[in-house]
């Protein structure tokens, strides 16, 4: 099994970039998933395939993966995006799917 | 309009059974692999089942293999989650999430609003 480890918190400003980690043993050898989860709400997809942003998803989503770390970049960052953020590898022989999730405060 | 409607969820004795259902309408179901996935109070997401389009694959994770068991009835556009000899662990919001293709890749692109599952003990 394999663990993706996610920061449990992240801050940043209005108007800057935030910038969300996961972190496994040659994750870029995985495809990594991003959600978004509101206080509850049920999650949404913002990145799947590393990079892809579905429909409806701000061009300021974006994401990144190589070697160890995949990373969810958040560009001009709005009190809308405060939110917990999970990434994802599939792998139904792991004990985890989901990474520990990330809460992004928006100071 | 992709919708997933959860029922079933409710407050049940340690051991005890339940069945979640997931109703689809909105897309094509037996084209989509689906899965269910789990939040317990103030914790994180935890995949815990998905099946194929068809129904002939299915996974589970290691906390739930031996009592919980996914189907679906494409008839009915309905997949299901039958839970047996339940623990207090499994107490938890469950969502219906639907894959991005017919096997299971993993990736949900829609979710439902969630069914409360309460196991008292």
């Known amino acids: 099994s394999y663990v993706l480890t996610q920061p449990p918190s992240v801050s940043v400003a209005p108007g800057k970039t935030a910038r969300i980690t996961c972190e496994r043993n040659?994750?870029?050898?995985?495809?990594v998933h991003w959600y978004q989860q509101k206080p509850g709400q049920a999650p949404v997809l913002v990145i799947s395939?590393?990079?892809d942003r579905p429909s409806g998803i701000p061009e300021r989503f974006s994401g990144s993966n190589s070697g160890n770390t995949a990373t969810l970049t958040i560009s001009r960052v709005e009190a809308g995006d405060e939110a917990d953020y999970y990434c994802?590898?599939?792998?139904?022989?792991?004990?985890?799917?989901f990474g520990g999730g990330t809460k992004l405060t928006v100071l | 309009e992709v919708q997933l409607l959860e029922s079933g969820g409710g407050l049940v004795q340690r051991g005890g059974s339940l069945r979640l259902s997931c109703a689809a309408s909105?897309?094509?179901?037996?084209?989509?692999?689906m899965s269910w996935v789990r939040q317990a109070p103030g914790k994180g997401l935890e995949w815990v089942s998905g099946?194929?389009?068809?129904?002939?694959?299915?996974y589970s994770a290691d906390s739930v293999k031996g009592r919980f068991t996914i189907s679906r009835d494409n008839s009915k556009n309905t997949m299901y989650l039958q839970m047996n000899n339940l623990r207090a662990e499994d107490t938890a919001i469950y969502y219906c999430?639907?894959?991005?293709?017919?096997?299971?890749?993993?990736?949900?692109?829609?979710w439902g609003q969630g069914t409360l599952v309460t196991v008292s003990s």
């Open positions: 999430a639907k894959d991005l293709d017919t096997p299971i890749r993993g990736v949900f692109d829609y």
């Open positions: 040659n994750i870029g050898s995985y495809s």
């Open positions: 909105g897309f094509t179901f037996s084209t989509y692999a």
């Open positions: 994802q590898v599939w792998d139904p022989s792991s004990d985890q799917v």
């Open positions: 099946i194929s389009g068809s129904g002939d694959s299915t």
């Open positions: 395939y590393d990079s």
